[in-house]
């Protein structure tokens, strides 16, 4: 069974000026250790897409299933449970400024009940996975963005998920930082058999990195397919 599976998934917000469809009638799904691309314009319904797969946003109709469970169907406990398995990376990093990349690896460790010691230990394991155990006492601020987000991606791997969510993650990264970024998802995805989800309006992103992709435009689904299929020349 899929990863993730998607079906006629529709999203609409009520808003002053009349309703928007985000999502129309989206269906698709995600092998296990795929890294699955979403292209799209902005306003495309991206992002909304991306928050409705962990439930962020819940889809007016439709469902999403995770591991075969609907998550739509789920108690908040048992959907705490689920999310717990789906991490997350965003284009501003999304770092605690006040706290060391250390410290800010270390936050969802000691929420989740580990002890200090054995948390900072796991940190600093991670932060050496990313390549930053050298800036393990710096402050975002200290680092570059390239290094901010390895800092997100360290903290991401230490929730031990099954699933990365990038929202526009190297959207903010010059060229070479952006390929050295997407090298390091690609290494994630393989040692660690996470299956990725990579949202981008860059088609050089999922040229670089992904299996498979999927076409968002005006809140539809256009295309799906593999890179070789989409980008071939006719
Ligand atoms: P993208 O991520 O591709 O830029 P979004 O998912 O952010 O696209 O937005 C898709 C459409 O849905 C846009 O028209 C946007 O204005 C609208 N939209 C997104 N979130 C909301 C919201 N919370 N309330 C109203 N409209 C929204
Ligand atoms: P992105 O393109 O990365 O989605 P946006 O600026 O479009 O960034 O959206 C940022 C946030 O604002 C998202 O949480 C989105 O759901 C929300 N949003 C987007 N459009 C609207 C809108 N028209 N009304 C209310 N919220 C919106």
């Known amino acids: 069974e899929p990863m993730i599976q998607v079906e006629n998934l529709c999203k609409r917000f009520n808003t002053k000026g009349g309703t928007v469809e985000a999502a129309k009638n989206i269906s698709f799904s995600i092998e296990k250790g795929e890294i699955f691309g979403i292209i799209g314009l902005s306003g495309a319904g991206k992002s909304t897409l991306v928050r409705c797969l962990n439930l962020l946003?819940?889809?007016?109709?439709?469902?999403?299933?995770?591991?075969?469970?609907?998550?739509?169907?789920?108690?908040?406990?048992?959907?705490?449970?689920?999310?717990?398995?789906?991490?997350?990376?965003?284009q501003h990093f999304n770092l605690l400024m006040q706290r060391t990349a250390l410290d800010n690896?270390?936050?969802?460790?000691?929420?989740?009940?580990?002890?200090?010691?054995?948390?900072?230990?796991?940190?600093?394991?991670?932060?050496?996975?990313?390549?930053?155990?050298?800036?393990?006492?710096?402050?975002?601020?200290?680092?570059?963005?390239g290094q901010k987000q390895r800092v997100a991606?360290?903290?991401?791997?230490?929730?031990?998920?099954?699933?990365?969510?990038?929202?526009?993650?190297?959207?903010?990264?010059?060229?070479?930082?952006?390929?050295?970024?997407?090298?390091?998802?690609?290494?994630?995805?393989?040692?660690?058999?996470?299956?990725?989800?990579?949202?981008?309006?860059?088609?050089?992103?999922?040229q670089e990195i992904c299996d498979k992709v999927a076409v968002l435009e005006r809140g539809a689904l256009v295309e799906t397919g593999t890179v070789e299929e989409l980008f071939r020349n006719p």
């Open 57 to 90: 946003e819940r889809p007016t109709s439709g469902t999403v299933r995770v591991n075969g469970k609907n998550l739509t169907e789920l108690s908040e406990k048992e959907l705490r449970k689920e999310r717990q398995k789906i991490g997350m990376i965003f």
């Open 105 to 145: 690896v270390c936050f969802p460790m000691e929420i989740a009940g580990i002890k200090k010691a054995e948390a900072r230990k796991k940190a600093l394991e991670y932060l050496k996975i990313v390549g930053l155990e050298e800036k393990a006492l710096s402050y975002p601020s200290q680092l570059s963005g």
């Open 153 to 206: 991606i360290a903290r991401v791997l230490a929730s031990d998920p099954q699933i990365l969510l990038c929202d526009e993650a190297t959207s903010a990264l010059d060229p070479q930082t952006t390929k050295a970024i997407l090298e390091l998802i690609k290494e994630i995805n393989r040692d660690y058999e996470i299956t990725v989800v990579v949202i981008t309006h860059e088609m050089s992103v999922v």
